[in-house]
């Protein structure tokens, strides 16, 4: 049962927006199809490059004629000019229109399907054995029908791209975006915590995409900037204003957004420093963001029990807690860094795999054996 809101302001600004928008549509959609029945129609201009721009807007495109002059007129004058449905105004911006009236009325099916009672709903319910299938089958019917190799080749060395490339990266997008809506959907609890690491690798692979671009082609234009705000930013302000929400609700935009305006303001101010300088602290502080961000739950935090929320804070000294633990915190941290390297360094050899082996197996087996006792010793004792 939907529980009906107050009409807002922003949703009738997009009704007054939209509703001339597609009467121009739907006027100029009559306008192309007259043209074609008519042959008696009268010229609407004697420009040579008229005929030209006709025969592109029969594709469904707009002209470069149109296109220039669109950009020389004035806001004015295109104002004018569409308030009054001028024809020749209408056919050549009749792809525009149609654009701009199917975005709305896709977002009028967003409020017919979640605001109305027009479509009924029902509850989730959560299978195991069919999510596993759907998703096997998923794997199964995309690797018999899209499977390609690609040939990006690196713009620095020119060999090919074996790893994180564009496609690679797309196909990961892909993937865990699948999981989304799988998640989602079936309301599969069980896969949560997975699902927070593939919105933390999909904000990543959006910082990294951001560098990768920048870096390569130091494109730090306004209108490059201004083309990636609008592909995060121009949809979900949309559906913010209809649908009446926050936004916030759709977290992954804010996100997106935040660690963009962060790529572009580490590599596009002062740019030509680059690969010359760098933040210490920061640098350091990255190196330790694993033992940080897990000391933080038990030695900054506490949440007095197994598998809890992180819900209290830790005290050892009233007043000035904070600043104490925080130290503390970041000193183990960094020496939990550095141990462990040194225990890598003499458990993983870099260039014998078959002692590799040898020490997987030993410690699975020092392993099994204490956890063995171990279960021995519990069970006696209880």
Do not use: C, K, M
């Given at each position: 049962m939907v529980v009906p809101g107050p009409v807002t302001a922003g949703q009738v600004s997009f009704l007054l927006g939209i509703i001339p928008i597609f009467?121009?549509?739907?006027?100029?959609?009559?306008?192309?199809?007259?043209?074609?029945?008519?042959?008696?129609?009268p010229e609407l201009g004697n420009e040579t490059n008229k005929e030209d721009d006709r025969a592109l807007l029969l594709e469904g495109g707009l002209s470069k004629s149109a296109s220039a002059k669109q950009s020389t007129s004035s806001i004015k004058t295109i104002l004018i000019r569409f308030l009054t449905m001028d024809e020749s105004f209408l056919l050549e911006h009749r792809a525009a229109l149609r654009a701009m009236s199917e975005f709305g009325?896709?977002?009028?099916?967003?409020?017919i399907c979640d605001r109305t009672d027009v479509f009924a709903d029902s509850t989730k319910s959560y299978s195991r054995d069919l999510f596993l299938f759907l998703f096997i089958l998923?794997?199964?019917v995309s690797a018999m029908t899209s499977l390609k190799k690609h040939q990006d080749k690196s713009s620095f060395s020119g060999k090919p791209l074996l790893y994180l490339n564009r496609h690679q990266t797309e196909e990961w997008k892909g993937w865990m975006q699948v999981l989304f809506l799988m998640y989602h959907y079936f309301a599969a609890t069980e896969i949560y915590n997975a699902i927070r690491m593939f919105i933390a690798a999909y904000v990543w692979m959006t910082g990294f995409g951001n560098f990768s671009y920048y870096y390569i082609r130091k494109d730090f234009s306004v209108a490059r900037f201004a083309q990636m705000m609008w592909r995060l930013n121009f949809f979900v302000a949309f559906a913010c204003i209809v649908l009446n929400n926050d936004y916030m609700l759709y977290y992954i935009c804010p996100m997106h957004t935040l660690f963009t305006l962060m790529v572009y303001g580490a590599l596009g101010i002062g740019n030509k420093y680059n690969e010359k300088l760098f933040l210490c602290v920061n640098s350091w502080l990255g190196k330790i963001t694993l033992e940080t961000y897990i000391s933080q739950f038990h030695i900054w935090l506490r949440s007095n029990m197994s598998n809890g929320q992180p819900k209290w804070l830790l005290c050892l000294i009233p007043d000035i807690e904070s600043l104490v633990l925080f130290h503390l915190r970041m000193q183990i941290s960094c020496r939990l860094f550095e141990l462990t390297n040194t225990l890598k360094s003499l458990f993983i050899?870099?260039?014998?795999?078959?002692?590799?082996?040898?020490?997987?197996l030993a410690g699975a087996a020092i392993s099994a054996c204490l956890y063995f006792i171990a279960f021995i010793l519990v069970q006696i004792i209880t």
């Open positions: 009467i121009a549509w739907i006027y100029s959609e009559w306008l192309e199809y007259r043209s074609h029945i008519d042959i008696n129609l009325g896709i977002l009028f099916y967003f409020y998923v794997i199964i050899p870099t260039r014998d795999n078959r002692q590799l082996l040898y020490n997987f």
